[in-house]
T-cell receptor, first 114, second 115 residues
């Protein structure tokens, strides 16, 4: 069985500051990793995903994430946040077997203030 | 425009009533999914379908039912057996059945409130 832990339920940050949202996973097999963003009362939108190859993955809106197999982590980073980045961020894992279902973390609310 | 539509956006029902949530996609995707979202709980998988006329239970299927009679449609019925149905429900689809690498695309969600 696979699981995802997002270590922070909320991350407050000032505009133009850097941010890191943490994600750790557990799985007995190879994994594929995803970050999604959800704006209030909306569906989820893919930010980026790691399938294979380079461990540094660049996504939309200036976000990037680094896959670290030894630490079983996939932390999301942005060097300078904007007010519009205020949203909930979900890390998810797929174990590459069976019917390709995703297991989601509980989410991290990023609160950007001026 | 291609995408996933869910209707209605807000739904109110009395306790003990069954209710059906609509999900339609025009992306020609094989796979479709239903998730439930509660505050602080992330998304939990209710049911998923890889092909027409076939579907599997997810982690929290009790009290829910689905059908997949058409490729583009995957309605979810919340039955009276679901003990705590008030939640935000999200439908998603992905391109290829059985592919773990494909992105799941999400609809805008339906917020169900049971009074």
């Amino acid at each position: 069985a696979q699981s995802v832990t997002q270590l922070d339920s909320q991350v407050p940050v000032f505009e133009e500051a850097p941010v890191e949202l943490r994600c750790n996973y557990s799985s007995s097999v190879s994994v594929y990793l995803f970050w999604y963003v959800q704006y209030p009362n909306q569906g989820l939108q893919l930010l980026l995903k790691y399938l294979s190859g380079s461990t540094l993955v660049k996504g939309i809106n200036g976000f990037e994430a680094e896959f670290n197999k030894s630490q079983t982590s996939f932390h999301l980073r942005k060097p300078s946040v904007h007010i519009s980045d205020t949203a909930e961020y979900f890390c998810a894992v797929s174990d590459g077997s069976g019917y390709s279902t995703l297991t989601f973390g509980k989410g991290t609310m990023l609160l950007v203030s001026p | 425009d291609g995408g996933i539509t869910q209707s209605p956006k807000y739904l109110f029902r009395k306790e003990g009533q069954n209710v059906t949530l609509s999900c339609e996609q025009n992306l020609n995707h094989d796979a479709m999914y239903w998730y439930r979202q509660d505050p602080g709980q992330g998304l939990r998988l209710i049911y998923y379908s890889q092909i027409v006329n076939d579907f599997q239970k997810g982690d929290i299927a009790e009290g829910y039912s689905v059908s997949r009679e058409k490729k583009e449609s995957f309605p979810l019925t919340v039955t009276s057996a679901q003990k705590n149905p008030t939640a935000f429900y999200l439908c998603a689809s992905s391109n290829r059945a059985g592919s773990s690498t494909d992105t799941q695309y999400f609809g805008p969600g339906t917020r169900l409130t049971v009074l």
